[in-house]
Nanobody, 124 residues
């Protein structure tokens, strides 16, 4: 069993930065993929970024590529999402997710474990 707890959300002005963290408890093996998704009341849960726990290969949604960076700290068993040059359309609740042997990290249904989410609000 894996538990995920997000933190770091908040209110920021457009152009600003935030760093989200996801603390992982439980057993993480090398085949895990860790990801960030986001959701607004109007939309389904959308893919933001993902990283392979072993090897560090990263994946990004086109809307955030070049502005967001996903990373891991295996010693701290944490995942991070550094968000720069934030825009009002980045406003959402951000969720950390984890699953093993994910072939298509951009899809939400393979992920077995989800955090409770942390809210990000970007003002114009």
């Amino acid at each position: 069993q894996v538990q995920l707890v997000e933190s770091g959300g908040g209110l920021v002005q457009a152009g600003g930065s935030l760093r989200l963290s996801c603390a992982v408890s439980g057993r993480i093996v090398s085949g895990y993929t860790m990801a960030w998704f986001r959701q607004t009341p109007e939309n389904e849960r959308d893919f933001v970024a993902a990283i392979r726990w072993s090897g560090g290969t990263t994946f990004y949604a086109p809307a955030v590529k070049g502005r967001f960076t996903i990373s891991t700290d295996s010693a701290k068993k944490s995942i991070y999402l550094q968000m720069n040059n934030l825009r009002p359309e980045d406003t959402a609740k951000y969720y950390c997710a984890a699953a093993v042997d994910v072939e298509r990290p951009q899809l939400s249904y393979p992920y077995d474990y989800w955090g409770q989410g942390t809210r990000v609000t970007v003002s114009p």
